[in-house]
């Protein structure tokens, strides 16, 4: 009622000329707040604007007008050119009214509000820093600060594959060091690899260099050589996209946990079509990630998950398959259970996919297929991270998350610990492409060994299983790759370390006695492999078996045995953990 009183008065004042400008300045302000606050947004601004031509230097009447343009601003449509021009003319009311009071800490906050609002990022920045200067106000000093921050951390993101809203990025520099950490782990072989359809052998793997996985019909090679950071939930929380660059539908993606900590949420492999999946982006700019998969012609599914505060959860799913002992097919849809007759089925309606109209693309960052071709390394990665971090805590990009480079022998003792295991644990080498090498091996004896005197260790490995059959192995580095030579398989044979007389080289002697004519003696050292031996139903003459045993006893005096490997120590764990100490530099 007192409002209403004094409405009427100030009108009254105002069509009777009485009073001085103060007074009508206020009245008019009062005039355009009520009008405001019932909407009526052309005659708060011709009130407000009256006010301002009685006295341009007052604050208060260009104060009011950008109230009024945010109210306009939030009745429009949303990204609508009416809402963008109605935020513009609210900013610029604002710092009309910051000329005239420059003084004032509130009115500074409310035009940097708008400004982060409306993704005015230089214009926030000057308004922050003449706003501190001016009023000294703690806060806005702090939030200068923060900004400055947070404009040098989202320099970083433009720099780096990301995908997302760069100004929604709300990953703190704590996080960002614990992304490096990990990566910089996974560089150094402390991750186990990602197994979906079938585990592979456990191995050690360094992201950058190729490794094995087992699929359904032998073995491919894949890495972790190629990132990305990607708020896929549109959160501001990016996640790590970790993919191959040796194979599709290969990758790996890592979230966070309650604890704020990186952790594996989901990954994929292409296990040659059984299985297949892959991300793609929705119209809204968030990535979901798409998984299909088959164990044969009456058997498939499809699930769509859909990341979600740190975490992937399934939104989508499907599965069809027949149940032979119904003589139906069974569909879950989402949860949602349902059974058809071979008939039911056969005559079922199928929808025909309708191409939907491809739509503009109109969000104010790159495709998530842009972002893809520019990913970097694992160890770029990591200078992102750490660069990401000093900015937003104005420290040293050179401190961080590291990884060194590995050493030759760390690669080789990596690739020959695979190798122990794979024969270990899969009973077959798959560096071994000879058809005639048995299945089903196992490992019994391991020695670790420089046979040649050149800094870098031979593996010898020996498999002897139930059937007396002995197969031998000789596993050695060379020009940067490991390379696995299969002696043969023998029965009963002696598997023994020898050493040349004449130069000191060590190598491997495999030997196996059939009968006084009938025996194989095979030796491999670091370059090469032979064999001598007669067999039965030879039809040399007893002079041509002469001569052929005669050169075999030469070479085998070119050598004198070291050790008798069947009759020793088994030694696997022991090479085993001298490996674990070599691929880490002996720590």
Request: a negative charge; hydrophobic letters at 35%.
């Amino acid at each position: 009622m007192k409002r209403f009183v004094w409405l009427l008065v100030a009108a009254v004042l105002l069509l009777s000329g009485c009073g001085n400008k103060e007074e009508k300045y206020t009245a008019y302000c009062e005039q355009g707040t009520a009008s405001l606050s019932q909407q009526e947004y052309e005659q708060a601004l011709e009130a407000f604007g009256k006010a301002a031509d009685l006295l341009p230097d007052r604050p208060e009447a260009y104060q009011g007008r950008a109230e009024v343009y945010l109210a306009m601003a939030e009745a429009a449509e949303e990204g609508s050119e009416e809402q963008t021009s109605a935020y513009a003319s609210a900013l610029a009311e604002y710092e009309a009214a910051i000329q005239r009071d420059s003084g004032n800490a509130e009115l500074y906050q409310k035009a940097i509000e708008l400004c982060r609002q409306m993704g005015e990022e230089d214009k926030l920045l000057a308004l922050l820093q003449s706003g501190a200067e001016a009023t000294g106000d703690r806060t806005l000093k702090e939030a200068l600060e923060t900004e400055r921050s947070r404009q040098a951390a989202a320099e970083v993101l433009s720099a780096m594959p990301y995908y997302g809203d760069i100004s929604k990025c709300r990953m703190t520099a704590d996080q960002a060091v614990l992304l490096g950490l990990l990566i910089a782990h996974g560089l150094q072989g402390d991750i186990e690899p990602f197994s979906g359809y079938s585990q592979p052998v456990d191995q050690v793997v360094f992201w950058n260099d190729p490794y094995t996985v087992q699929r359904y019909d032998g073995y491919y090679e894949t890495d972790r050589s190629l990132m990305v950071l990607g708020d896929f939930s549109g959160e501001g929380l990016p996640y790590l996209y970790c993919f191959s660059s040796l194979a599709d539908n290969s990758f790996e993606i890592y979230g966070w946990d309650e604890y704020g900590k990186p952790v594996r949420i989901i990954g994929e492999e292409a296990y040659n079509g059984r299985q297949e999946g892959y991300l793609f982006e929705t119209e809204n700019g968030k990535v979901k990630m798409c998984e299909s998969g088959s164990s044969g012609a009456d058997s498939h599914s499809r699930s769509v998950y859909t990341f979600l505060q740190g975490r992937v959860e399934e939104s989508e799913s499907y599965l069809e398959e027949y149940i032979y002992e119904l003589g139906e097919w069974k569909i879950i849809e989402n949860g949602e259970v349902n059974y058809y007759t071979e008939e039911e089925w056969a005559n079922r309606d199928v929808e025909e996919p309708v191409e939907e109209e491809k739509t503009e693309r109109n969000l104010p960052y790159r495709s998530f297929e842009e972002v893809v071709a520019c990913a970097c390394s694992p160890s770029e990665m990591i200078q992102y991270l750490n660069q990401y971090r000093a900015a937003l805590t104005d420290g040293d990009a050179s401190q961080g998350a590291y990884a060194a480079e590995h050493t030759e022998e760390e690669r080789m003792a990596k690739d020959m610990y695979n190798i122990m295991m794979e024969l270990d644990q899969m009973g077959t080498l798959s560096d071994i492409s000879d058809p005639e090498m048995p299945w089903g091996l196992t490992l019994d004896y391991a020695r670790l060994l420089d046979m040649n005197g050149d800094g870098m260790k031979e593996l010898i490995l020996v498999s002897q299983n139930d059937t007396s059959y002995t197969n031998a192995f000789l596993v050695q580095w060379a020009d940067g790759q490991i390379q696995a030579n299969w002696l043969g398989t023998g029965l009963d044979a002696a598997v023994s370390l020898v050493r040349e007389k004449s130069s000191g080289e060590y190598a491997l002697q495999m030997v196996e006695y059939q009968g006084p004519q009938q025996h194989t003696c095979t030796f491999a050292d670091r370059t090469d492999s032979f064999s001598l031996g007669i067999g039965p139903g030879d039809e040399s003459s007893q002079e041509e078996y002469d001569r052929l045993y005669a050169a075999y006893e030469a070479n085998c005096a070119r050598y004198e045995v070291i050790e008798d490997i069947l009759n020793g120590d088994s030694q696997v764990e022991e090479s085993l953990e001298e490996l674990r100490a070599m691929m880490t530099g002996g720590n």
